[in-house]
């Protein structure tokens, strides 16, 4: 049983490693609006995916050609992605104009590759730059067949 859960995780891990894009299905078990239970649970039955694209530092649950094939949109948004060891982390904000002075939404993603969670928190901005809104998802992941 150990060598099937070591071959599993190596697996796992290495292809996070040597591959461009891969699509997880994620498992959602918490789903929270600014900070509490949603009332309404959206991923109750249902998994989400999640497009992870190291070549172009991207993970979404749209892929990256979809959000970015847009010149406008590309010159109003600021990325970070970050891929360490055990975690990679992804921040996306989206501003009202190319300017970049209001910001208008944002995102962080966190996955961690050992565990295969993922921790999805959206923000919405009012036209001060304060947080109105935030939603929360987090869950289990699997690398979806292709």
């Known amino acids: 049983m150990k060598k099937y859960f070591i071959f599993f995780l190596f697996y796992f891990i290495s292809s996070f490693c040597f591959s461009d894009q891969i699509i997880l299905e994620c498992n959602i078990k918490t789903e929270l609006e600014n900070g509490k239970p949603a009332r309404k649970k959206i991923y109750k039955a249902e998994t989400i995916e999640i497009f992870l694209n190291k070549k172009e530092?991207?993970?979404?649950?749209?892929?990256?050609?979809?959000?970015?094939?847009?010149?406008?949109?590309?010159n109003r948004i600021i990325t970070s992605y970050e891929d360490k060891k055990k975690k990679i982390s992804f921040s996306f904000k989206k501003f009202h104009s190319i300017e970049k002075e209001n910001i208008e939404s944002s995102f962080e993603i966190n996955f961690e590759k050992e565990k295969s969670f993922l921790q999805f928190i959206k923000y919405y901005h009012d036209w001060s730059g304060k947080i109105f809104f935030s939603s929360e998802i987090s869950g289990k992941c699997k690398k979806k067949n292709s």
């Open 57 to 74: 530092k991207w993970i979404n649950d749209e892929p990256f050609d979809d959000w970015l094939g847009n010149n406008e949109l590309k």
